[in-house]
């Protein structure tokens, strides 16, 4: 018996094989987080600042998985591969930018929260935020529109990972696909935050590793078996998918430009992504940090990208696209190793999910309800609103997943560009910047997360203006513009608000050397 998913199928003993090893490596990432939690306990850390950033003790190796792990998600393993099979080279160029989003968030970024957080005791990025600018409206225009987009980039995650098992289970299982991956992944979060994070991402990356180096490896042993070398299978590519190997196919230079920078520069401020820069508590580990997570993200990325067009040279008729990795791993490999590329297909989306929750449940629990209205919550009642909080993103998430629309794909698609031109340039002249004031960040946040919602409609939506997009802007990528935006916004009412500039002493903590203690309480804010 075997189950047919267009193009090719998989035999019922393979599906078997894949999930037996699906059901060990949940076993033991539900076991880690309750290890860890247990542990947490018995050394008295198990307060909410140990949860969202496990005392900023994390090794370099840890820091690093998490980095990659987070900002990977299930397009590494699923949408990249699939986008390849379906435009050719010219796609796994363009996004092997993404690489960069490490570098930002543990370089650029994560030097200056590292003196930050050891000045004022933070434990969430956007409570360095409010301290700088003293302003309760920043921290709720940065809290909801990353709590937004953050649930609905959540459930795309999902629905990804439903997909994908109910592909390998050969069923209609995607409901029971969505329960396992929320339940799973809620419960190792649960139980031991960033710690057990940490310890399941170190698992998570070794196994996306093994999966791409199998991956990569079997289909460049497939095409020389097929075609003679790997030669002989570009220049059939060239004949039967002549589009795979030329550079202006899928993307115009505008577009492959937009493409870049948002992949390689706007993702890098996804405050699952940022939230890593508050894990550590030395800058020896932000440079190893750096260093492995470029490379494992380097690999993995850069590999998968590539896997797309080789898998169509092997086979080109495969109906779904996404379904390239799967046809790889049940097809081509013996089926144990079919099962690791499946645990790894959802180790990417399991990290991805988690990260999400956590940021998106501190960027309302600490960030926008304590911060904001309940400024002096036990320590015990904060851990109880971040819990409440994170279950209440992973379910609506889930709600969404289970009854799918166009418009909530519409807002799936826009939310992670929404996020990255609302926070860019607020994150990074917020730090930087000496002139940046309250009202502008807030209008930088504001206006590009509205700026993106209507150009990515404009773009990619609306029949008329898309085709009008397409030949006036020549398709350029909707967060360019957004992006430029919120920079001018940000510049322009920052000039033009400077007798609102606060007070020198919460200037002198985050850009002088000498500063008064007195101002670097992160629990104080004016307005």
């Known amino acids: 018996m075997s189950y047919d998913l267009g193009g090719f199928s998989i035999s019922a003993s393979t599906s078997r094989t894949m999930l037996m090893i699906f059901a060990v490596y949940s076993v033991l990432i539900v076991g880690f987080g309750f290890y860890i939690k247990l542990q947490s306990r018995k050394g008295n850390q ?158 998570q990356g070794i196994i996306m590793l093994l999966a791409t180096f199998s991956i990569i490896g079997v289909l460049i042993a497939t095409n020389v078996r097929e075609h003679g070398s790997v030669q002989a299978a570009m220049e059939y590519l060239g004949t039967a998918f002549p589009g795979a190997i030329q550079a202006q196919t899928a993307f115009t230079f505008w577009n492959a430009l937009g493409t870049a920078l948002f992949a390689g520069v706007g993702l890098g401020v996804l405050p699952h992504a940022l939230s890593v820069t508050m894990t550590y508590n030395n800058h020896k580990k932000l440079k190893q940090g750096i260093m492995i997570s470029c490379c494992v993200f380097t690999l993995v990325q850069g590999i998968m990208c590539f896997t797309g067009p080789l898998a169509y040279a092997v086979n080109p008729n495969l109906t779904v696209r996404d379904y390239t990795t799967i046809f790889t791993a049940s097809t081509l490999l013996p089926s144990w190793v079919g099962g690791i590329i499946f645990c790894g297909i959802f180790a990417a989306i399991q990290s991805s999910i988690a990260g999400m929750c956590m940021a998106g449940a501190t960027v309302l629990a600490k960030d926008f309800i304590v911060t904001c209205f309940k400024p002096g919550a036990s320590d015990k009642e904060q851990s109880r609103i971040n819990t409440i909080c994170i279950l209440g993103i992973a379910l609506l998430a889930t709600l969404i997943a289970l009854k799918p629309s166009d418009l909530s794909q519409y807002i799936i698609n826009f939310a992670l560009g929404a996020i990255c031109s609302a926070w860019y340039f607020p994150v990074l002249c917020g730090l930087y910047w000496k002139k940046a004031t309250a009202k502008g960040v807030f209008a930088s946040t504001v206006g590009g997360f509205l700026a993106y919602v209507v150009f990515y409609f404009l773009s990619s939506v609306i029949p008329a203006t898309k085709a009008r997009w397409a030949v006036s802007l020549g398709g350029v990528h909707a967060f360019v513009p957004a992006w430029i935006i919120a920079l001018g916004l940000l510049v322009g009412v920052s000039i033009a608000t400077q007798r609102d500039r606060v007070k020198l002493g919460y200037f002198q903590v985050f850009f002088c050397e000498d500063y008064d203690e007195a101002y670097a309480k992160v629990d104080t804010l004016k307005d």
């Open 46 to 203: 198990d307060g909410l600042a140990s949860f969202l950033t496990g005392g900023g003790n994390l090794g370099a190796f840890a820091i690093a998985m998490i980095a990659a792990t987070n900002s990977m998600a299930g397009g590494t393993m699923v949408s990249a591969p699939g986008l390849g099979y379906a435009t050719g080279f010219t796609a796994a160029l363009i996004y092997y930018a993404g690489f960069l989003t490490a570098a930002y968030g543990l370089g650029s970024v994560g030097r200056k929260v590292a003196i930050l957080r050891d000045r004022t005791g933070a434990v969430t990025f956007q409570q360095l935020l409010g301290l700088r600018f003293q302003s309760k409206k920043v921290v709720g225009a940065l809290a909801l529109t990353g709590a937004f987009g953050l649930t609905f980039f959540t459930t795309g995650q999902i629905t990804a990972g439903a997909k994908v098992f109910a592909a390998v289970t050969g069923s209609n299982a995607y409901y029971l696909g969505i329960v396992l991956v929320i339940v799973i992944t809620v419960i190792y979060t649960l139980s031991g935050g960033i710690k057990s994070m940490a310890k399941v991402a170190s698992i």
